[in-house]
């Protein structure tokens, strides 16, 4: 998933470059070809459909060791689709995704206020910066989490969340291209826990064995909140000139997402550890 990242900060340079240079027709053709050319090619090279073609074979020896097998025992205890559904935890996690989805409209919004107030380059360099961050973010938040668990993890992506916007609107008053830098640099790290907390939310609350089934009804949620995030908040721009409304919207958004995810995940867990008993 950090990778996502890195793409972002190497091409977004040469993107703000081309839509400088040559508007933005040009830049959509350019990313197009690109795509093209190394997605696609990749994309086939790599996919393997089955364990076998990875070289893994099935278990049928029945040597498994301790920690197999309580791995399987523990993704035994699940939740099935049927089950979830009459759940409060999935309704919450639904909803955190939701407000994740609408959190991570300041990744749209962003470069506009950071260009509004900087200029084209300099935005340029920032989205690099957020792009880096975010890969990085992934990777921390995804050790956070195997460390010390889904409270944790959530809450650090949270406070980035939190202190980047508030330094972005902090930079958009004051002009200080210094604090936007920052406020691009924890924007990154903290919205990466917008796409990686949902299925660690669904992991921990409904279990393993169908996560599947359960996070397919999940991913739609972030859709919802993006498709709703990102079009309202250019609209309070439109009507008030600023996004310091907006921006303080994805503020307590991001804190309820947290708050959601972490309630999900502890009355989920519970209630697995219950049933397991």
């Known amino acids: 998933a950090a990778m996502s ?5 190497l091409l977004s340079p ?14 959509c053709l350019s990313m197009g070809i690109i795509v093209l050319v190394l997605g696609l090619p990749l994309t086939a090279t790599i996919l393997r459909f ?7 074979l099935p278990y049928t020896d029945g040597k498994h060791n301790a920690e197999e097998t309580a791995a399987a025992e523990a993704e035994s205890v699940s939740m099935t689709r049927a089950e979830a559904l009459k759940s409060p935890v999935f309704y919450l996690a639904f909803a955190a995704a939701v407000l994740f989805g609408f959190s991570a409209a300041i990744n749209t919004h962003a470069p506009s206020i950071a260009a509004e107030s900087f ?26 989490n195997d460390k010390f668990g889904l409270t944790i993890s959530s809450a650090f992506g949270m406070i ?5 916007t508030l330094l972005m609107i902090i930079s958009s008053s004051s002009g200080s291209i210094a604090l936007m830098y920052l ?18 939310v669904v992991t921990a609350a409904m279990g393993r064995k169908h996560f599947g089934d359960i996070y397919g ?61």
């Open 5 to 9: 990242g890195v793409g972002g900060a």
């Open 14 to 27: 040469v993107v703000s470059n081309i839509i400088a240079t040559y508007g933005w027709r040009t830049a």
């Open 50 to 56: 089955t364990p076998q073609e990875c070289g893994f």
């Open 119 to 144: 200029g084209l380059t300099a935005m340029g360099t920032m989205v690099s910066v957020l792009s880096v961050c975010a890969a990085l973010g992934k990777v921390i938040i995804g050790a956070i």
């Open 160 to 164: 980035g969340m939190v202190c980047g």
């Open 183 to 200: 406020s691009f640099a924890l924007i990154g790290l903290g919205s990466s826990t917008n796409t990686l907390t949902p299925p660690l």
């Open 217 to 277: 009804l999940i991913v739609p949620a972030f859709v919802i909140g993006v498709a709703v995030g990102v079009p309202i908040s250019g609209l309070i721009y439109d009507k008030s000139g600023s996004y310091n409304v907006a921006l303080t919207a994805i503020i307590i958004f991001s804190v309820l997402a947290c708050v959601c995810s972490i309630v999900s995940a502890r009355s989920g867990k519970k209630r697995l550890e219950q049933v397991q008993k």
